[in-house]
């Protein structure tokens, strides 16, 4: 999400308009600022909260990771992140999530379209 904002692509800016307009919060796993972040585009890491990725969360997608076969750990992270809360997760690559989101209960994860 945060590469589609980068890029300003009209459906991640229509969904950020949208949780804005509704109050929704929007969770940014720390893991997912790592992969993302090359110095630039500060801003969009005000469009949320950054989640610290604490000890309790890196077992838990850990234990997501041994479950699958191809997933990596920033994809476990988020799913892990999202299960704390029953957070909806949107991105533009969602095979690997989705297969994590099934050993986890209320994780919807949808493409960004």
Not at 20 to 25: E, K
Not at 39 to 55: C, D, N, W, Y
Request: glycine share 8%; with cysteine; net charge neutral.
């Amino acid at each position: 999400m945060l590469v589609a904002l980068e890029r300003r692509h009209a459906g991640a800016l229509a969904l950020l308009r949208a949780c804005r307009l509704s109050r929704a919060s929007i969770t940014i796993p720390a893991a997912v600022v790592a992969e993302w972040w090359r110095g630039t585009h500060r801003a969009l890491l005000e469009s949320g909260r950054v989640e610290a990725l604490t000890p309790k969360l890196a077992e838990r997608a850990g234990e997501l990771l041994a479950s699958t076969d191809g997933s990596n750990a920033v994809d476990a992270t988020v799913v892990a992140s999202a299960a704390l809360r029953g957070d909806l997760v949107v991105t533009g690559d969602e095979h690997d999530l989705r297969e994590l989101a099934e050993f986890v209960s209320g994780v919807t994860v949808e493409r960004l379209r």
